[in-house]
């Protein structure tokens, strides 16, 4: 009789998982559909809500942020829609519509210049920031497997692998390359953060401080510090400043 109630339990309960996916998947489709047809409309606030109910039910994706991101921007929110076009760039860095809208974005931002950039270097930032962490991790294996294999390959077939030595040169250097890209790039996202509102930075991390600089909303900074409701940002030009946490959001987080 046990073994009879264990397994009605077991069958009972087997396809529940798999029912609330489905259900969870035809209720991200109707947000999906919903934000849509509202943005299409001018109904900027309701397709951001439609939008904002699928992260709220933890799927995120490249597209989500990116609709989200565009219904921000016409609805004059342009810190956040700097956030999210930020966070769609971490999904889908290629996509060619994601590209023209954040940099059309990014022209309305009233942000200090950075420094001039040496052309080897812009060269570097348009390699780093055309990949995920993922893809460069990828990329990294599987050329050291290759080069791996490679290796065994010429050692067992008895070939000198001095003759090789420029070629395995070579693939060491784009090993180093990929996995200094991997660490930059991790640490970039880790800290990036944009400013929300407009607010002024002070000096120190208490509401007495004198303002040090003003951040505008949309400016993109580096997340330093946190102390209690303060946090510690970097901006382009390298001035250090504490505004309260709510002016800010970290790209890698969720809101």
Known sequence: ??????????????????????????????????????????????????????????????????????????????????????????????????????????????APAAGEIHPLLKIYQRFRDDYTPAELAGAAIALLGIMFGVHLFLLYSGQSLRRYGAGFAAGLFVLALLCFTFFNKTAMLSSAAVVLNEGKALFEPRDSATAHFTVYPGETVRFVDAQGAWAKIQRADDNLGWVNESLVAKVGDRE
């Open 1 to 110: 009789m046990k073994k009879l109630f264990l397994l009605l339990m077991f069958f009972l309960l087997w396809p529940q998982p798999a029912k609330a996916v489905v259900n969870d998947e035809g209720r991200v489709n109707t947000f999906f559909a919903a934000g849509r047809a509202a943005y299409t409309q001018g109904n900027y606030a309701q397709a951001i809500q439609a939008y904002e109910n699928i992260l709220a039910a933890g799927r995120a994706s490249g597209p989500v942020y990116y609709n989200l991101a565009n219904a921000y921007f016409r609805h004059g929110q342009l810190g956040r829609a700097i956030l999210n076009y930020q966070r769609a760039a971490r999904l889908m860095p290629r996509d060619k519509d994601l590209k023209f809208n954040f940099k059309y974005a990014r022209t309305q931002v009233r």
